[in-house]
């Protein structure tokens, strides 16, 4: 079963959320072929619950507060998103690392929250376009790995999925090759086994998130190291998000 992973960033009013969700519960039906994960900004997830009651769906918020107490103005802990019926969470988007200044300190904390707060974690990884031109993949991802799942039991990479992003190829219609894809998923899974074990290695779910779309899925579909996909902007239609779904469903 593949994993597919909607990323509606800062978009859709909860107005805008339930019309979106009334047509893709009306076109899509559950399946054993994908496993459809939707990740809405916090406005939208209450309605997105109620319309996602009893379908095959998991809801899912962009970001949770590093801190489960304290003043903290602004922000949402995970025991307001379990409460609100969230399954898993978002962490270290390479938007957020960039523009608020996510460390990989706060990543790691606020994994070890959203576990605590029985939330299932999409771990963002990727490294930046200069990082790719000066052959740097394999160093930024074994550290942001290792800095990020510090601490943490083997048992509980049960309940991480991680995002394979290459920065530069975020919102920019450019992506890495299949090849180069599935290259940087093995390098993931020798990470987790060298610091965890083969047999976490072999079962830790990765996805690839970059400009998916309607015309590359094709040729993804078949990545060998990868479970699936996080789509952003490619999701924000319907019909072209459906196209993707019913392509990976293939
Ligand atoms: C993302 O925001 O995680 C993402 C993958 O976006 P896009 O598909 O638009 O590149």
Redesign the pocket.
Known sequence: MKKIIA?F?MNFTPSMTKEYLIQLLARYADSDKVKLCLSFPYTSLAIAKFLLDKRKISLGAQNICDEEEGKNTGEINGAMLKDAGVNYVIIG?S?RRKKFKEDNKSINHKIKIALKNGLSVIL?VGESLADYNTLKTFDVLTEQLEAALKGLYENELENITI?Y?PIW????GITPTAAEIDKACKTIRNVIKEDFSQKASENIEIVY????NTKNISKFKNLKYSNGF?????CLDLGAFLQIISTIEK
């Open positions: 990323n960033k988007h938007e963002c995002a992003e190829a975020i919102g920019t998130g970059g400009s998916v996080l789509v952003g902007g490619a």
